[in-house]
Protein backbone atom coordinates (compact mmCIF):
# COMPACT_ATOMS: atom_id res chain seq x y z
CA UNK A 1 0.00 0.00 0.00
CA UNK A 2 3.03 2.41 0.78
CA UNK A 3 4.43 1.71 -3.02
CA UNK A 4 0.55 2.57 -4.17
CA UNK A 5 0.38 6.00 -2.62
CA UNK A 6 4.37 6.82 -2.95
CA UNK A 7 3.89 6.36 -6.50
CA UNK A 8 0.15 7.77 -6.73
CA UNK A 9 1.95 10.80 -5.40
CA UNK A 10 4.81 11.00 -8.24
CA UNK A 11 1.92 10.27 -10.83
CA UNK A 12 -0.14 13.33 -9.74
CA UNK A 13 3.30 15.59 -9.22
CA UNK A 14 3.51 14.50 -12.90
CA UNK A 15 0.35 15.55 -13.99
CA UNK A 16 0.89 18.67 -12.46
CA UNK A 17 3.90 19.23 -13.99
CA UNK A 18 2.65 18.75 -17.45
CA UNK A 19 0.14 20.79 -16.48
CA UNK A 20 2.19 23.54 -15.93
CA UNK A 21 4.44 23.24 -19.16
CA UNK A 22 1.70 23.91 -21.13
CA UNK A 23 1.05 27.95 -19.92
CA UNK A 24 2.32 29.65 -22.67
CA UNK A 25 2.30 32.72 -20.12
CA UNK A 26 5.03 30.77 -18.27
CA UNK A 27 7.73 32.36 -20.46
CA UNK A 28 5.82 34.52 -22.82
CA UNK A 29 7.62 37.92 -21.36
CA UNK A 30 6.71 40.24 -24.32
CA UNK A 31 3.33 38.99 -24.28
CA UNK A 32 2.06 38.30 -27.92
CA UNK A 33 0.73 34.17 -27.07
CA UNK A 34 3.73 32.31 -27.90
CA UNK A 35 6.58 31.24 -25.28
CA UNK A 36 9.78 32.91 -25.86
CA UNK A 37 11.62 29.88 -24.14
CA UNK A 38 9.89 26.60 -26.18
CA UNK A 39 13.08 24.76 -24.55
CA UNK A 40 11.52 25.15 -20.94
CA UNK A 41 8.47 23.94 -21.67
CA UNK A 42 9.72 21.26 -23.35
CA UNK A 43 11.88 20.41 -20.18
CA UNK A 44 9.27 20.43 -18.21
CA UNK A 45 6.85 18.28 -20.44
CA UNK A 46 9.59 15.56 -20.34
CA UNK A 47 10.13 15.67 -16.34
CA UNK A 48 6.36 15.21 -16.34
CA UNK A 49 5.85 12.35 -18.66
CA UNK A 50 9.21 10.72 -16.81
CA UNK A 51 7.21 11.23 -13.37
CA UNK A 52 4.34 9.85 -15.05
CA UNK A 53 5.90 6.63 -16.48
CA UNK A 54 8.14 6.32 -13.29
CA UNK A 55 4.38 6.42 -11.21
CA UNK A 56 2.19 4.44 -14.08
CA UNK A 57 4.99 1.73 -13.94
CA UNK A 58 4.75 1.48 -10.35
CA UNK A 59 1.40 1.93 -9.72
CA UNK A 60 -0.48 -0.60 -12.10
CA UNK A 61 1.04 -3.72 -11.22
CA UNK A 62 0.63 -3.47 -7.34
CA UNK A 63 -2.86 -2.19 -7.90
CA UNK A 64 -4.40 -5.28 -9.31
CA UNK A 65 -2.97 -7.37 -7.02
CA UNK A 66 -3.79 -5.22 -4.26
CA UNK A 67 -7.39 -5.56 -5.21
CA UNK A 68 -6.73 -9.54 -5.22
CA UNK A 69 -5.13 -9.66 -2.15
CA UNK A 70 -8.66 -8.41 -0.44
CA UNK A 71 -9.91 -11.71 -0.87
CA UNK A 72 -9.82 -14.59 0.78
CA UNK A 73 -8.73 -18.08 -0.92
CA UNK A 74 -12.37 -19.36 -0.98
CA UNK A 75 -13.63 -16.54 -2.67
CA UNK A 76 -12.25 -17.12 -5.71
CA UNK A 77 -15.34 -16.77 -7.85
CA UNK A 78 -15.83 -12.80 -6.22
CA UNK A 79 -11.52 -12.26 -7.55
CA UNK A 80 -12.80 -12.92 -10.38
CA UNK A 81 -15.81 -10.62 -10.99
CA UNK A 82 -13.37 -7.97 -8.98
CA UNK A 83 -10.59 -8.17 -12.15
CA UNK A 84 -13.99 -7.87 -14.42
CA UNK A 85 -14.86 -5.08 -12.61
CA UNK A 86 -11.55 -3.38 -12.52
CA UNK A 87 -11.10 -3.62 -16.29
CA UNK A 88 -14.35 -2.41 -16.54
CA UNK A 89 -13.36 1.18 -14.35
CA UNK A 90 -10.66 1.67 -16.07
CA UNK A 91 -12.22 1.51 -19.56
CA UNK A 92 -14.76 4.17 -17.93
CA UNK A 93 -12.15 6.24 -17.01
CA UNK A 94 -10.81 6.35 -20.74
CA UNK A 95 -14.14 7.08 -22.45
CA UNK A 96 -15.22 9.60 -19.96
CA UNK A 97 -11.30 11.33 -20.52
CA UNK A 98 -12.06 10.67 -23.97
CA UNK A 99 -15.37 12.66 -24.03
CA UNK A 100 -14.54 15.79 -21.13
CA UNK A 101 -10.72 16.29 -22.43
CA UNK A 102 -11.77 17.73 -25.68
CA UNK A 103 -14.22 19.78 -24.39
CA UNK A 104 -11.70 21.10 -21.20
CA UNK A 105 -8.90 21.68 -24.05
CA UNK A 106 -11.68 23.77 -26.48
CA UNK A 107 -12.26 26.86 -23.19
CA UNK A 108 -10.20 29.64 -23.78
CA UNK A 109 -7.41 30.50 -21.03
CA UNK A 110 -4.44 32.97 -20.55
CA UNK A 111 -3.19 35.64 -18.91
CA UNK A 112 -1.56 38.24 -21.40
CA UNK A 113 -3.76 36.12 -24.26
CA UNK A 114 -6.44 33.70 -24.42
CA UNK A 115 -5.98 30.32 -26.00
CA UNK A 116 -6.94 26.93 -26.19
CA UNK A 117 -6.66 25.62 -22.56
CA UNK A 118 -4.24 23.39 -22.79
CA UNK A 119 -3.58 23.67 -18.78
CA UNK A 120 -7.33 22.85 -17.63
CA UNK A 121 -7.14 20.15 -19.75
CA UNK A 122 -4.02 18.63 -18.06
CA UNK A 123 -4.78 20.25 -14.60
CA UNK A 124 -8.24 18.53 -14.07
CA UNK A 125 -6.85 15.09 -14.29
CA UNK A 126 -4.20 16.57 -11.81
CA UNK A 127 -7.09 17.07 -9.37
CA UNK A 128 -8.55 14.04 -9.87
CA UNK A 129 -5.53 12.10 -9.23
CA UNK A 130 -4.93 13.85 -5.88
CA UNK A 131 -8.91 13.41 -4.93
CA UNK A 132 -8.62 9.56 -5.91
CA UNK A 133 -5.49 9.16 -3.65
CA UNK A 134 -6.92 11.39 -0.93
CA UNK A 135 -10.33 8.69 -1.15
CA UNK A 136 -8.07 5.64 -0.89
CA UNK A 137 -6.31 6.98 1.96
CA UNK A 138 -9.32 7.01 4.23
CA UNK A 139 -10.48 3.92 3.61
CA UNK A 140 -6.94 2.65 4.36
CA UNK A 141 -8.16 1.23 7.60
CA UNK A 142 -10.21 -1.34 5.88
CA UNK A 143 -7.69 -2.73 3.49
CA UNK A 144 -6.24 -6.21 4.21
CA UNK A 145 -2.58 -5.39 3.87
CA UNK A 146 -0.11 -7.90 3.37
CA UNK A 147 2.91 -7.95 5.17
CA UNK A 148 6.04 -6.95 2.51
CA UNK A 149 9.02 -9.27 2.25
CA UNK A 150 11.60 -7.37 0.86
CA UNK A 151 12.92 -7.00 -2.48
CA UNK A 152 12.34 -10.05 -3.81
CA UNK A 153 12.77 -9.77 -7.47
CA UNK A 154 16.61 -9.20 -6.30
CA UNK A 155 16.33 -12.19 -4.49
CA UNK A 156 14.86 -14.85 -7.47
CA UNK A 157 17.34 -12.91 -9.81
CA UNK A 158 20.22 -13.79 -7.34
CA UNK A 159 18.62 -17.58 -7.29
CA UNK A 160 18.35 -17.95 -10.88
CA UNK A 161 21.80 -16.38 -11.52
CA UNK A 162 23.30 -19.27 -8.66
CA UNK A 163 21.52 -22.10 -10.65
CA UNK A 164 22.61 -21.40 -13.99
CA UNK A 165 26.18 -20.65 -12.61
CA UNK A 166 26.05 -24.13 -10.75
CA UNK A 167 24.61 -25.80 -13.35
CA UNK A 168 27.42 -24.77 -16.05
CA UNK A 169 30.20 -25.85 -13.23
CA UNK A 170 28.31 -29.45 -12.89
CA UNK A 171 27.99 -29.33 -16.74
CA UNK A 172 30.10 -32.46 -16.45
CA UNK A 173 28.03 -36.16 -17.00
CA UNK A 174 29.50 -37.54 -13.82
CA UNK A 175 27.11 -35.08 -11.70
CA UNK A 176 23.73 -36.51 -11.62
CA UNK A 177 20.68 -34.23 -13.15
CA UNK A 178 18.18 -33.10 -11.34
CA UNK A 179 14.46 -32.52 -11.72
CA UNK A 180 14.37 -28.83 -12.81
CA UNK A 181 17.31 -26.86 -13.42
CA UNK A 182 16.73 -23.95 -10.48
CA UNK A 183 17.63 -27.02 -8.05
CA UNK A 184 20.79 -26.28 -8.57
CA UNK A 185 20.08 -23.36 -6.59
CA UNK A 186 19.24 -26.04 -3.74
CA UNK A 187 23.55 -25.74 -2.05
CA UNK A 188 22.44 -22.23 -1.29
CA UNK A 189 18.37 -20.75 -1.36
CA UNK A 190 15.80 -22.76 0.27
CA UNK A 191 13.09 -24.80 -1.11
CA UNK A 192 10.52 -22.03 -0.91
CA UNK A 193 12.35 -19.83 -2.64
CA UNK A 194 13.23 -22.22 -5.72
CA UNK A 195 9.24 -23.51 -5.77
CA UNK A 196 8.09 -19.70 -6.12
CA UNK A 197 10.68 -18.89 -8.77
CA UNK A 198 9.68 -22.19 -11.12
CA UNK A 199 5.80 -21.29 -10.78
CA UNK A 200 6.99 -17.49 -11.75
CA UNK A 201 9.59 -18.67 -14.72
CA UNK A 202 6.94 -21.24 -16.01
CA UNK A 203 4.13 -18.67 -16.40
CA UNK A 204 5.91 -16.04 -17.36
CA UNK A 205 7.30 -18.62 -20.11
CA UNK A 206 3.90 -18.79 -21.00
CA UNK A 207 3.77 -15.16 -21.80
CA UNK A 208 6.38 -15.18 -24.52
CA UNK A 209 4.05 -15.54 -27.53
CA UNK A 210 1.30 -12.90 -25.77
CA UNK A 211 2.87 -9.48 -27.17
CA UNK A 212 1.82 -10.26 -30.59
CA UNK A 213 -1.85 -9.71 -29.30
CA UNK A 214 -1.36 -6.25 -27.93
CA UNK A 215 0.73 -5.69 -31.68
CA UNK A 216 -2.93 -5.64 -33.38
CA UNK A 217 -4.99 -4.29 -30.12
CA UNK A 218 -3.26 -1.08 -29.82
CA UNK A 219 -3.55 -0.09 -33.33
CA UNK A 220 -7.04 1.26 -32.85
CA UNK A 221 -5.19 4.46 -31.70
CA UNK A 222 -3.13 4.46 -35.13
CA UNK A 223 -3.60 1.82 -38.06
CA UNK A 224 -7.68 2.24 -37.53
CA UNK A 225 -8.19 5.58 -36.81
CA UNK A 226 -6.35 6.29 -40.08
CA UNK A 227 -8.92 3.92 -41.63
CA UNK A 228 -11.37 5.89 -40.37
CA UNK A 229 -10.07 9.22 -41.87
CA UNK A 230 -10.70 7.77 -45.28
CA UNK A 231 -14.14 6.79 -44.26
CA UNK A 232 -17.24 8.68 -44.18
CA UNK A 233 -18.67 10.12 -40.60
CA UNK A 234 -21.54 11.44 -41.10
CA UNK A 235 -24.26 9.89 -38.97
CA UNK A 236 -27.32 12.07 -39.52
CA UNK A 237 -27.22 14.64 -37.32
CA UNK A 238 -23.97 13.99 -35.69
CA UNK A 239 -20.89 14.08 -37.54
CA UNK A 240 -18.16 11.63 -36.22
CA UNK A 241 -14.98 12.74 -36.38
CA UNK A 242 -11.89 9.92 -37.31
CA UNK A 243 -10.63 9.80 -33.84
CA UNK A 244 -13.48 9.89 -32.35
CA UNK A 245 -14.06 5.99 -33.48
CA UNK A 246 -11.55 4.87 -30.68
CA UNK A 247 -14.45 5.58 -28.04
CA UNK A 248 -16.61 2.56 -29.94
CA UNK A 249 -14.02 0.05 -27.91
CA UNK A 250 -14.72 1.68 -24.21
CA UNK A 251 -18.22 2.04 -25.10
CA UNK A 252 -18.19 -1.82 -26.20
CA UNK A 253 -16.21 -2.71 -23.06
CA UNK A 254 -18.48 -1.45 -20.49
CA UNK A 255 -21.38 -3.51 -22.41
CA UNK A 256 -19.45 -6.29 -22.69
CA UNK A 257 -17.51 -7.23 -19.18
CA UNK A 258 -21.23 -7.58 -17.70
CA UNK A 259 -22.86 -10.02 -20.59
CA UNK A 260 -19.58 -12.30 -20.58
CA UNK A 261 -19.26 -12.26 -17.16
CA UNK A 262 -23.02 -12.82 -16.21
CA UNK A 263 -24.28 -14.00 -19.09
CA UNK A 264 -21.81 -15.69 -21.49
CA UNK A 265 -19.09 -17.50 -19.04
CA UNK A 266 -22.25 -18.93 -17.14
CA UNK A 267 -24.03 -20.11 -20.38
CA UNK A 268 -20.22 -21.61 -21.70
CA UNK A 269 -20.18 -23.58 -18.27
CA UNK A 270 -23.68 -25.00 -18.36
CA UNK A 271 -22.76 -26.59 -21.93
CA UNK A 272 -20.61 -28.62 -19.78
CA UNK A 273 -17.20 -26.91 -21.40
CA UNK A 274 -14.12 -26.27 -19.40
CA UNK A 275 -13.35 -23.05 -20.25
CA UNK A 276 -10.26 -22.48 -18.36
CA UNK A 277 -8.10 -19.24 -18.04
CA UNK A 278 -5.78 -20.61 -21.38
CA UNK A 279 -8.10 -21.19 -23.28
CA UNK A 280 -10.00 -17.96 -22.98
CA UNK A 281 -6.72 -16.17 -23.61
CA UNK A 282 -6.56 -18.61 -26.77
CA UNK A 283 -9.96 -17.51 -28.24
CA UNK A 284 -9.00 -13.47 -27.33
CA UNK A 285 -6.14 -13.96 -29.46
CA UNK A 286 -8.36 -16.05 -32.31
CA UNK A 287 -11.09 -12.97 -32.06
CA UNK A 288 -8.46 -10.52 -32.23
CA UNK A 289 -6.93 -11.86 -35.51
CA UNK A 290 -10.04 -12.04 -36.86
CA UNK A 291 -11.05 -8.73 -36.17
CA UNK A 292 -7.92 -7.28 -37.80
CA UNK A 293 -9.67 -9.72 -41.23
CA UNK A 294 -12.76 -7.58 -41.09
CA UNK A 295 -10.72 -4.52 -40.93
CA UNK A 296 -8.51 -5.89 -44.33
CA UNK A 297 -12.21 -6.34 -45.70
CA UNK A 298 -13.32 -3.04 -44.99
CA UNK A 299 -10.03 -1.61 -46.41
CA UNK A 300 -10.62 -3.29 -49.40
CA UNK A 301 -13.99 -1.54 -50.09
CA UNK A 302 -12.17 1.65 -49.51
CA UNK A 303 -9.31 1.11 -51.49
CA UNK A 304 -12.17 -0.11 -54.46
CA UNK A 305 -14.35 3.62 -53.56
CA UNK A 306 -11.54 5.59 -53.68
CA UNK A 307 -9.91 4.81 -56.81
CA UNK A 308 -9.96 7.73 -59.56
CA UNK A 309 -9.09 7.91 -62.94
CA UNK A 310 -9.84 11.70 -63.62
CA UNK A 311 -7.79 14.39 -65.15
CA UNK A 312 -9.59 17.42 -66.66
CA UNK A 313 -12.64 18.48 -65.95
CA UNK A 314 -14.49 21.67 -67.38
CA UNK A 315 -16.76 24.46 -65.97
CA UNK A 316 -19.24 27.30 -67.22
CA UNK A 317 -20.97 29.88 -66.77
CA UNK A 318 -23.64 29.13 -69.51
CA UNK A 319 -24.18 26.84 -71.88
CA UNK A 320 -21.49 26.15 -74.12
CA UNK A 321 -19.65 23.00 -76.15
CA UNK A 322 -16.09 22.71 -76.50
CA UNK A 323 -14.33 20.82 -78.85
CA UNK A 324 -10.60 19.17 -78.19
CA UNK A 325 -7.78 18.50 -80.90
CA UNK A 326 -6.40 16.56 -82.13
CA UNK A 327 -8.67 13.65 -80.55
CA UNK A 328 -11.44 15.10 -81.60
CA UNK A 329 -13.59 14.74 -78.44
CA UNK A 330 -16.73 17.31 -77.94
CA UNK A 331 -18.09 17.74 -74.40
CA UNK A 332 -21.30 20.25 -73.53
CA UNK A 333 -22.16 21.31 -70.50
CA UNK A 334 -25.09 23.53 -69.17
CA UNK A 335 -25.28 26.78 -66.95
CA UNK A 336 -23.21 26.58 -63.77
CA UNK A 337 -22.19 23.37 -64.76
CA UNK A 338 -19.21 21.14 -64.64
CA UNK A 339 -17.89 17.82 -66.12
CA UNK A 340 -15.85 15.01 -64.40
CA UNK A 341 -12.39 14.71 -65.13
CA UNK A 342 -11.22 13.46 -68.30
CA UNK A 343 -8.09 11.71 -69.35
CA UNK A 344 -5.50 12.90 -72.66
CA UNK A 345 -2.95 11.40 -74.16
CA UNK A 346 -1.23 14.30 -75.04
CA UNK A 347 0.19 17.84 -73.99
CA UNK A 348 -0.78 19.67 -76.13
CA UNK A 349 -4.56 20.38 -76.62
CA UNK A 350 -6.51 22.93 -78.85
CA UNK A 351 -9.77 23.90 -77.35
CA UNK A 352 -12.46 25.62 -79.30
CA UNK A 353 -15.57 27.07 -77.39
CA UNK A 354 -18.87 27.83 -78.39
CA UNK A 355 -21.59 29.63 -76.53
CA UNK A 356 -24.50 31.46 -77.12
CA UNK A 357 -23.08 32.49 -80.32
CA UNK A 358 -20.00 33.67 -79.54
CA UNK A 359 -16.83 31.25 -79.77
CA UNK A 360 -12.96 31.33 -78.89
CA UNK A 361 -10.28 28.64 -80.01
CA UNK A 362 -7.15 28.46 -77.80
CA UNK A 363 -3.80 26.63 -77.81
CA UNK A 364 -2.90 25.18 -74.70
CA UNK A 365 0.20 22.77 -73.32
CA UNK A 366 0.97 21.58 -69.90
CA UNK A 367 3.04 18.54 -68.39
CA UNK A 368 2.00 14.96 -68.13
CA UNK A 369 0.32 13.67 -65.21
CA UNK A 370 -0.70 17.03 -64.07
CA UNK A 371 -4.38 17.84 -63.59
CA UNK A 372 -6.20 21.43 -64.93
CA UNK A 373 -9.43 22.50 -64.73
CA UNK A 374 -10.75 24.40 -68.40
CA UNK A 375 -12.61 27.85 -67.01
CA UNK A 376 -15.01 29.03 -69.57
CA UNK A 377 -17.07 32.06 -69.07
CA UNK A 378 -20.16 34.15 -71.68
CA UNK A 379 -19.63 37.91 -70.20
CA UNK A 380 -22.57 38.69 -73.01
CA UNK A 381 -20.15 40.39 -75.56
CA UNK A 382 -17.76 36.96 -75.65
CA UNK A 383 -16.25 33.88 -74.69
CA UNK A 384 -13.19 33.56 -72.28
CA UNK A 385 -11.69 30.45 -72.02
CA UNK A 386 -8.49 29.82 -69.15
CA UNK A 387 -6.78 26.75 -67.63
CA UNK A 388 -6.61 26.25 -63.99
CA UNK A 389 -4.22 23.97 -62.56
CA UNK A 390 -4.58 21.67 -59.83
CA UNK A 391 -2.25 21.07 -57.80
CA UNK A 392 -4.15 18.00 -56.00
CA UNK A 393 -4.06 14.54 -57.57
CA UNK A 394 -4.76 12.44 -54.69
CA UNK A 395 -7.61 12.44 -51.88
CA UNK A 396 -6.76 14.45 -48.59
CA UNK A 397 -5.20 12.62 -45.94
CA UNK A 398 -6.60 12.51 -42.27
CA UNK A 399 -10.04 12.64 -43.73
CA UNK A 400 -9.65 16.75 -44.60
CA UNK A 401 -11.33 18.48 -47.51
CA UNK A 402 -9.45 20.39 -49.44
CA UNK A 403 -11.56 23.67 -50.97
CA UNK A 404 -10.96 27.16 -53.32
CA UNK A 405 -13.25 29.61 -54.75
CA UNK A 406 -13.51 30.91 -58.32
CA UNK A 407 -14.85 34.24 -58.65
CA UNK A 408 -17.77 34.94 -61.20
CA UNK A 409 -18.86 37.79 -59.72
CA UNK A 410 -18.39 40.97 -61.67
CA UNK A 411 -15.93 42.78 -59.87
CA UNK A 412 -13.05 41.32 -57.23
CA UNK A 413 -13.73 40.25 -54.25
CA UNK A 414 -12.82 39.13 -50.61
CA UNK A 415 -13.40 35.68 -49.77
CA UNK A 416 -13.76 33.89 -46.06
CA UNK A 417 -14.51 30.67 -44.96
CA UNK A 418 -15.24 30.28 -41.07
CA UNK A 419 -12.11 31.85 -40.01
CA UNK A 420 -9.86 30.96 -43.08
CA UNK A 421 -9.63 33.83 -45.66
CA UNK A 422 -8.73 33.19 -49.10
CA UNK A 423 -7.67 36.80 -50.06
CA UNK A 424 -8.73 38.84 -52.66
CA UNK A 425 -9.97 37.06 -56.19
CA UNK A 426 -10.42 39.33 -59.21
CA UNK A 427 -13.44 38.35 -61.76
CA UNK A 428 -13.02 34.72 -63.20
CA UNK A 429 -9.75 34.20 -60.67
CA UNK A 430 -9.43 30.88 -58.78
CA UNK A 431 -8.32 30.75 -54.86
CA UNK A 432 -5.54 28.10 -54.00
CA UNK A 433 -6.88 24.83 -52.57
CA UNK A 434 -7.20 25.29 -48.39
CA UNK A 435 -7.71 22.51 -45.91
CA UNK A 436 -10.32 22.16 -43.85
CA UNK A 437 -10.97 19.44 -41.42
CA UNK A 438 -14.13 17.12 -42.69
CA UNK A 439 -17.32 17.02 -41.37
CA UNK A 440 -17.96 20.27 -40.55
CA UNK A 441 -20.01 23.46 -41.95
CA UNK A 442 -18.89 26.77 -42.34
CA UNK A 443 -20.07 30.37 -43.48
CA UNK A 444 -18.64 31.79 -46.36
CA UNK A 445 -18.52 35.02 -46.55
CA UNK A 446 -18.23 37.60 -49.78
CA UNK A 447 -17.08 41.29 -49.68
CA UNK A 448 -17.11 43.39 -52.54
CA UNK A 449 -16.90 47.32 -53.63
CA UNK A 450 -20.65 47.40 -53.32
CA UNK A 451 -21.16 43.70 -51.99
CA UNK A 452 -21.41 42.19 -48.82
CA UNK A 453 -23.10 38.74 -48.34
CA UNK A 454 -22.97 35.19 -46.78
CA UNK A 455 -24.05 31.73 -47.11
CA UNK A 456 -23.71 28.45 -44.80
CA UNK A 457 -21.85 25.61 -46.73
CA UNK A 458 -22.84 22.29 -47.03
CA UNK A 459 -21.32 19.44 -45.44
CA UNK A 460 -18.68 18.42 -47.63
CA UNK A 461 -18.05 15.01 -46.08
CA UNK A 462 -14.34 13.74 -45.47
CA UNK A 463 -11.74 13.46 -47.83
CA UNK A 464 -12.88 15.68 -50.37
CA UNK A 465 -11.76 18.63 -52.58
CA UNK A 466 -14.02 20.91 -53.91
CA UNK A 467 -14.00 23.96 -56.08
CA UNK A 468 -17.31 26.44 -54.96
CA UNK A 469 -18.51 28.67 -57.48
CA UNK A 470 -19.26 32.40 -56.01
CA UNK A 471 -21.81 33.14 -58.48
CA UNK A 472 -24.36 36.20 -56.77
CA UNK A 473 -25.86 38.08 -54.30
CA UNK A 474 -29.09 38.13 -53.83
CA UNK A 475 -31.06 39.95 -50.66
CA UNK A 476 -27.73 39.46 -48.44
CA UNK A 477 -27.39 35.67 -49.54
CA UNK A 478 -24.58 34.63 -51.64
CA UNK A 479 -25.23 32.08 -54.05
CA UNK A 480 -22.56 29.07 -54.97
CA UNK A 481 -22.27 26.71 -56.61
CA UNK A 482 -20.47 23.21 -55.88
CA UNK A 483 -18.37 21.65 -58.07
CA UNK A 484 -16.72 18.12 -56.96
CA UNK A 485 -13.10 17.43 -57.91
CA UNK A 486 -12.53 14.49 -55.71
CA UNK A 487 -15.15 12.83 -54.46
CA UNK A 488 -15.61 12.83 -50.55
CA UNK A 489 -15.44 9.41 -49.42
CA UNK A 490 -18.28 6.95 -49.27
CA UNK A 491 -17.79 3.99 -46.97
CA UNK A 492 -19.34 4.86 -43.96
CA UNK A 493 -17.65 4.97 -40.66
CA UNK A 494 -20.25 2.36 -39.19
CA UNK A 495 -18.35 -0.20 -41.15
CA UNK A 496 -15.58 -0.40 -38.53
CA UNK A 497 -18.01 -0.64 -35.63
CA UNK A 498 -17.64 -5.25 -36.70
CA UNK A 499 -13.94 -4.83 -36.34
CA UNK A 500 -14.08 -2.77 -32.85
CA UNK A 501 -16.90 -5.02 -31.51
CA UNK A 502 -14.30 -8.35 -32.44
CA UNK A 503 -11.67 -6.74 -30.94
CA UNK A 504 -13.62 -5.56 -27.93
CA UNK A 505 -14.83 -9.86 -27.12
CA UNK A 506 -10.89 -10.49 -27.75
CA UNK A 507 -10.22 -8.27 -25.08
CA UNK A 508 -12.42 -9.01 -22.39
CA UNK A 509 -11.68 -12.72 -22.75
CA UNK A 510 -7.86 -11.85 -23.48
CA UNK A 511 -6.87 -9.24 -20.74
CA UNK A 512 -9.31 -9.68 -17.71
CA UNK A 513 -8.08 -13.49 -17.67
CA UNK A 514 -5.04 -12.46 -18.07
CA UNK A 515 -4.79 -10.38 -15.28
CA UNK A 516 -6.90 -12.60 -12.75
CA UNK A 517 -4.48 -15.70 -14.23
CA UNK A 518 -1.48 -13.76 -13.43
CA UNK A 519 -2.72 -12.88 -9.84
CA UNK A 520 -4.12 -16.83 -9.41
CA UNK A 521 -0.98 -18.25 -10.56
CA UNK A 522 1.65 -15.99 -8.69
CA UNK A 523 3.08 -16.89 -5.12
CA UNK A 524 2.24 -15.03 -2.60
CA UNK A 525 5.16 -12.48 -2.42
CA UNK A 526 5.26 -12.20 -5.93
CA UNK A 527 1.56 -10.75 -7.38
CA UNK A 528 2.86 -7.55 -8.34
CA UNK A 529 6.01 -9.52 -10.15
CA UNK A 530 3.35 -11.33 -12.54
CA UNK A 531 1.23 -8.60 -13.12
CA UNK A 532 3.91 -6.30 -14.08
CA UNK A 533 4.64 -9.34 -15.85
CA UNK A 534 1.52 -9.03 -17.92
CA UNK A 535 1.96 -5.01 -18.58
CA UNK A 536 5.33 -5.92 -20.07
CA UNK A 537 3.53 -7.80 -22.69
CA UNK A 538 1.83 -4.63 -23.99
CA UNK A 539 5.06 -2.76 -24.08
CA UNK A 540 6.67 -5.67 -26.21
CA UNK A 541 3.63 -5.47 -28.74
CA UNK A 542 3.75 -1.71 -29.15
CA UNK A 543 7.66 -2.62 -30.43
CA UNK A 544 6.62 -5.39 -32.55
CA UNK A 545 4.24 -3.17 -34.66
CA UNK A 546 7.07 -0.75 -35.53
CA UNK A 547 9.32 -3.56 -36.19
CA UNK A 548 6.71 -5.34 -38.47
CA UNK A 549 5.52 -2.49 -39.91
CA UNK A 550 8.42 -1.44 -41.15
CA UNK A 551 9.93 -4.47 -42.31
CA UNK A 552 6.97 -5.33 -44.18
CA UNK A 553 7.18 -2.80 -46.77
CA UNK A 554 3.50 -3.62 -47.85
CA UNK A 555 2.18 -1.02 -50.33
CA UNK A 556 -1.53 -1.82 -49.59
CA UNK A 557 -2.61 -1.51 -46.38
CA UNK A 558 -5.38 -4.16 -46.45
CA UNK A 559 -2.16 -6.59 -46.90
CA UNK A 560 -0.85 -5.34 -43.92
CA UNK A 561 -4.09 -5.98 -42.02
CA UNK A 562 -3.94 -9.17 -43.22
CA UNK A 563 -0.42 -10.24 -42.41
CA UNK A 564 -1.05 -8.76 -38.71
CA UNK A 565 -3.90 -11.45 -38.80
CA UNK A 566 -1.88 -14.31 -40.01
CA UNK A 567 1.06 -13.38 -37.54
CA UNK A 568 -1.60 -13.44 -34.48
CA UNK A 569 -3.01 -16.89 -35.95
CA UNK A 570 0.36 -18.46 -35.42
CA UNK A 571 1.09 -17.21 -32.61
CA UNK A 572 -2.28 -18.47 -30.87
CA UNK A 573 -1.95 -21.64 -32.38
CA UNK A 574 1.77 -21.55 -30.77
CA UNK A 575 0.57 -20.47 -27.31
CA UNK A 576 -2.57 -23.19 -27.76
CA UNK A 577 0.04 -26.05 -27.82
CA UNK A 578 2.03 -24.34 -25.13
CA UNK A 579 -0.87 -23.57 -23.21
CA UNK A 580 -2.37 -27.39 -23.49
CA UNK A 581 0.89 -28.88 -21.62
CA UNK A 582 0.50 -26.23 -18.63
CA UNK A 583 -0.37 -27.69 -15.42
CA UNK A 584 -2.55 -24.89 -13.43
CA UNK A 585 -1.36 -24.69 -9.51
CA UNK A 586 -2.72 -23.31 -6.74
CA UNK A 587 0.01 -20.96 -4.90
CA UNK A 588 -1.64 -21.23 -1.71
CA UNK A 589 -1.96 -25.36 -1.34
CA UNK A 590 1.84 -25.22 -2.13
CA UNK A 591 2.86 -22.26 0.12
CA UNK A 592 1.14 -24.37 2.99
CA UNK A 593 2.28 -27.45 2.35
CA UNK A 594 5.54 -25.98 2.62
CA UNK A 595 4.68 -24.15 5.84
CA UNK A 596 3.68 -27.40 7.32
CA UNK A 597 6.93 -29.10 5.95
CA UNK A 598 8.83 -26.24 7.24
CA UNK A 599 6.97 -26.80 10.73
CA UNK A 600 7.89 -30.44 10.65
CA UNK A 601 11.08 -30.34 10.24
CA UNK A 602 11.74 -27.24 13.06
CA UNK A 603 9.44 -29.65 14.88
CA UNK A 604 12.01 -33.07 14.40
CA UNK A 605 15.38 -30.86 14.56
CA UNK A 606 14.18 -29.52 18.05
CA UNK A 607 13.11 -33.31 19.34
CA UNK A 608 16.97 -34.08 18.03
CA UNK A 609 18.29 -31.29 20.07
CA UNK A 610 16.34 -32.25 23.56
CA UNK A 611 17.37 -35.97 22.57
CA UNK A 612 20.96 -34.76 22.24
CA UNK A 613 20.61 -33.06 25.28
CA UNK A 614 19.44 -35.81 27.35
CA UNK A 615 22.59 -38.06 26.41
CA UNK A 616 24.83 -35.15 27.46
CA UNK A 617 23.21 -34.83 30.71
CA UNK A 618 22.93 -38.61 31.50
CA UNK A 619 26.82 -38.36 30.53
Known amino acids: ?38 SVHIALAMIGLILIALGTGGIKPCVSAFGGDQFEDHQEKQRTRFFSIFYLSINAGSLISTIITPILRAQECGIHSKQRCYPLAFGVPAV ?70 KMVLKVLFLYIPLPMFWALFDQQGSRWTLQATTMDGDFGSVQIQPDQM ?87 VGPLGSTGYMT ?31 EVKNNGTGVIAEWLSDNVTSKPEEGNNLIRFINNFGEDINVTMGETSFGRLSSLAASNYTLFTGGRTDSITVIGNSTSCSVKSESLGFGSAYTILINQCTGGTLNVTYSEDIPPNTVHMAWQIPQYFILTCAEVVFSVTGLEFSYSQAP ?20 IVLIVAGASKLSEQWAEYVLFA ?54
Open 128 to 197: LMATSLVVFLVGSRMYKKVKPQGNIMIEVSKCIGFALKNRFRHRSKQFPKREHWLDWASEKYDKRLITQA
Open 246 to 332: QTVNPILIIIMVPVVDVVIYPLIKKCGINFTPLRKITVGMFLASLAFVAAALVQVQIDVSSATCKYLPFRCNASATVHFEPQLQDVT
Open 344 to 374: FETSQLQVNVISGGYSTTKDFGFPHGNRHTL
Open 524 to 543: SNMKSVLQAGWLLTVAVGNI
Open 1 to 38: IRTIISLSIVYTIGQAVISVSSINDLTDHNRDGSPDSI
Open 566 to 619: GLLLAVCIIFAVMAYFYTYVDPSEIEAQMDKEEKEKVKKDQDNYEKQGEVVSRM
